[in-house]
């Protein structure tokens, strides 16, 4: 399959001037927007109980963006200053051809867009690792939550904790920069936040830990098993030496070096601190809805916005995206509000 690219001069210039945005994405806030995460599927082969129910009901494929016009959506993004994009599901590499989207994307590296990442369950990783590189790519975000094959089971209720080890060890044979992101949860894997860290770094990964959200009806208690990383924060420092660094990957985790391993450890929190006054980034879904906030329902058809004003639609939609996007989140998590703070489930929006 391949992907057929727009003429230079179908774009009204865009796609011919790249390296200077004339009009950059910056909010009603101040924020300059230049990261977008583009959730390429809904679709996932685990079922992890944070993240989905057991019996999903995935979107229909007629309603999905073509690749054409995944790209053509991330040209005028790039157009308009964006230098890192991040291909997100669901599980990213599960859909069809992916790595068709992923080459095209990759061939925009310096032509703009600085970075082209990808966060995946690792599940499909020993069969991708070499053509993303390959294509671009250069760092990878990898999801485990623990490193026991009996509770990897439990969490993401498949039987797959041999393919995400082979997966990991193919990233690594193929020169790609691994960071694992693990979703702290009290009673679940906080036991393991210690042995992950040293397994991590000791292969020279990053580790970067995770507060659960309330997004989408799943199997877990997310009261209960809501782990302030704060409070995780001075359970380390009682033990290790942390020491803060001014290391930036473009989104939202704060970074400290552990002295005794040697390695970088990352704190996502969007419960108990959130980052909202820096936020740089919007997540585009696989049916071309454009959401402003991973907590929030704002949103914007892009999909619409192109089929049904070509150039001038999809740019006016942006600014449109620019003007409502909301200051921040305000998720709450306690036994007097159980449901969620927003109704779609984590797959759907694309972390």
């Keep these: ?90 599980e990213p590499l599960v859909r069809r051809d992916i790595m068709e989207l992923v080459k095209c994307l990759g061939s925009r590296i310096g032509q703009g867009l600085e970075e082209l990442t990808i966060t995946t369950n690792g599940s499909q990783l020993a069969k991708h690792a070499e053509g993303l590189f390959a294509a671009g790519v250069r760092r990878i975000n990898v999801s485990l939550d623990t490193l026991d094959p009996q509770r990897f089971n439990a969490i993401t209720r498949r039987d797959r904790f041999s393919d995400v080890m082979s997966g990991i060890d193919a990233a690594q044979a193929a020169g790609l920069a691994l960071k694992i992101n693990m979703v702290a949860m009290r009673g679940v894997n906080d036991d393991e936040i210690e042995p992950m860290m040293a397994w991590a770094h000791g292969r020279g990964l990053g580790l970067t830990l995770i507060e659960g959200m309330p997004l989408g009806e799943v199997g877990i208690d997310r009261v209960e098993s809501y782990l302030p990383l704060r409070e995780l924060h001075e359970r380390l420092s009682r033990r290790y030496t942390l020491t803060r660094l001014d290391k930036r990957t473009g989104g939202p985790a704060r970074y400290v070096h552990v002295a005794e391993t040697g390695g970088v450890l990352g704190f996502i929190t969007p419960m108990s601190h959130n980052f909202c006054e820096s936020c740089n980034r919007v997540r ?16 914007v058809n892009l999909r619409d916005a192109w089929r049904e004003g070509g150039p001038a639609g999809l740019d006016a939609a942006l600014d449109h995206a620019m003007r409502i996007k909301p200051k921040g989140h305000d998720f709450v998590l306690d036994r007097s509000r159980p449901e969620p703070a927003v109704a779609r489930h984590m797959s759907v929006t694309g972390g």
């Design 284 to 299: 585009l879904t696989a049916t071309g809805q454009l959401f402003l906030c991973l907590g929030q329902d704002d949103q």
């Design 1 to 90: 399959m391949a992907i057929s690219i727009l003429a230079p001069n179908s774009y009204n210039g865009i796609m011919n001037a790249p390296f200077a945005p004339s009009r950059p994405l910056i909010d009603s806030h101040g924020r300059t927007i230049s990261y977008l995460r583009i959730s390429v599927t809904d679709r996932c082969d685990f079922r992890c109980v944070y993240c989905m129910s057991e019996d999903m009901v995935f979107l229909p494929k007629k309603d999905v963006l073509s690749f054409e016009e995944v790209e053509t959506i991330a040209s005028a993004f790039i157009a308009r200053g964006t230098t890192k994009i991040r291909l997100t599901g669901g």
